[in-house]
């Protein structure tokens, strides 16, 4: 009936074949209206991440404690930030995965703290189980990867949650995707931490997202350098002079 009555109004303005134009062109504009409860399905999973909060211009980034101040330059990702965008994330999964149980396969080891955070909110019947990927294996190139851990639950049929703390290159995910999916699960969906899209050369995305970051070398809630700074309860930038030094240093990782 609307549809009618522009038409017809237009058409007295403009005439036909311009009123037919417009109407096509209000059709294809949906309207940016916020994702509800019913159509959050494909929505969630599809809406922008959030950026990390001093991409948006909030610079009032809190100090760095005087525990981590030699090593850590600024607090990227508060405590509390991370909390609140988990918590988002856990609804989201929750949606998509209800009905049936779920495998969460979490990357060892930089998944710590998220997982923990992540899992302890998903109110769904789930089983865990962790998947290990290095580039340090022996004998291999730098670079190459080698899983140093293996699945333990069958997931054949089953729905997955492939849990990674960061999308980095995207070699990781893209050599564990590789392997999960040839185990034939009757869905797999992907979910990080952080996405530092600026470095990747792998054509692979992450389904659920916490924060895009720029191209920083992170530290904290599980993220390490060199196996150190993965206790930090917030994600931080580590200092330059941290690598330089690592780098000199005959014990370094
Ligand atoms: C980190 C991180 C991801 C991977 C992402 O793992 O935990 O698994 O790198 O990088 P990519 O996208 O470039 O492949 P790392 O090998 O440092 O091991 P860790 O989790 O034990 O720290």
Redesign the pocket.
């Known amino acids: 009936m609307f549809a009618q009555y522009i038409i017809r109004e237009m058409a007295g303005v403009f005439g036909l074949a311009s009123a037919a134009r417009c109407l096509i062109l209000l059709c294809m504009e949906k309207p940016d209206r916020p994702a509800n409860v019913s159509d959050a399905k494909s929505s969630e999973r599809t809406r922008r991440p959030e950026p990390a909060p001093e991409m948006t211009g909030d610079r009032k980034s809190p100090h760095v404690d005087i525990r981590w101040l030699k090593d850590i330059e600024r607090v990227l990702i508060t405590e509390q930030q991370l909390a609140r965008r988990i918590s988002e994330m856990t609804q989201a999964i929750q949606r998509d995965f209800s009905g049936r149980e779920m495998v969460v396969v979490s990357?060892?080891?930089?998944?710590v703290m998220f997982l923990a955070d992540l899992i302890r909110h998903l109110n769904l019947p789930m089983r865990l189980d962790f998947i290990g990927?290095?580039?340090y294996g022996a004998g291999t190139e730098s670079g190459d990867?080698v899983f140093t851990k293996e699945l333990r639950i069958d997931v054949k049929h089953r729905d997955v949650l492939l849990v990674?703390?960061?999308?980095?290159?995207?070699?990781?995910?893209s050599r564990v995707l590789e392997k999960l999916k040839a185990l034939r699960p009757r869905k797999v969906r992907t979910c990080v931490l952080l996405n530092k899209a600026a470095?990747r050369v792998?054509n692979v995305k992450a389904d659920y997202i916490g924060f895009e970051i720029p191209d920083y070398f992170v530290v904290g809630y599980g993220?390490?350098f060199a196996e150190r700074y993965r206790n930090l309860p917030f994600v931080g930038v580590l200092h330059e002079h941290v690598f330089k030094e690592a780098q000199k240093s005959p014990y370094r990782k």
């Open positions: 990357v060892l080891s930089g998944t990927v290095s580039s990867l990674d703390d960061i999308l980095d290159t995207g070699k990781t995910m470095r792998e993220l390490d």
